[in-house]
């Protein structure tokens, strides 16, 4: 439950980073080849882990 | 990414983060459609020029969409909103605290914008660092509505909502209409009681479920028939 919280966190953080942040990066570190595989990325996980938190509220009421 | 869509998966994450009050959920979920909400003026200049479809997607809908809603400025302005909302039920038992509320609001706000980014077509960038800066942000391998990931999200969201309503007996709905979600799981979970009222099992609720099933269906092709849906 916490790694899942912590992945679902992170992904926030990830997001805000690829939608916030990422076009005002020099392009010496923002390299754009990135962008896609990263963005796909945080997307499949973000859903994964809150599946994982999800499925625990169901389990812990049961 | 649909409006159904952003609705469905803040609401998800809200109850994914514990958020025990029906109205946190609520307010969590509207906070992620939220920023689709210029979608108001676009109606508004349907009418201003009188119902000229073209003249209001060019002069009002192409240069509102996406720009003064999808930003840090607006995810700011949500969360303010939001708690102070809360903080005047914060008070009432069972009710999560305003800053958890508003904290998470604002995260389904920058979910909206992350998948407005990946799903919202290159033709339409958001600017994420309105007001302080009208730098439009796309990428060009951005899904359109109608291409297939959108569309998997989208169902993948609406069987969701269905398993969550069997399992728990409370779904996305209830962002809603409390009244319309306690129907609606009432009906899935096969006749048992669900909020205000209570579906007798046998043929006349098995018909219901079929009609619920059939209208979903033909909503969806509502929605996506004319976006040009494809598998590709």
Redesign the interface.
Known sequence: MAIARFTLGFCLALMCLWTFFWPFLPAAIADSSLLRPGCLATLIVFFGATLVLLAARCHEEE | MHGPTHLA?SW??G????LRSPKARRIVALSGLAPDIDVLAYLGAIVYFGFDKDKAFGQVWQVVHHRYTH??GFILLTGLLVYWLVARTASKPGMDSPTKVAFWAM?AS??H???D??GGGPTWP?Y??WPLAD?P?S?P?SWTLAEWPNAVILFACLGGMFW?AK??GYSPLEAINYRLDAWFCGIVQQGRTGGSGAVADGPGARRTRIVIYLGLILLILAVLIPLGFRLD
């Not at chain 2, 109850?15 to 514990?18: F, K, P």
């Open positions: 998966v998800f994450v109850e994914a983060v514990g930003g840090l995260a920058v979910t914008n992350f998948f980014l990946v958001i994420p660092a730098t942000w990428v391998w969550y399992l728990r």
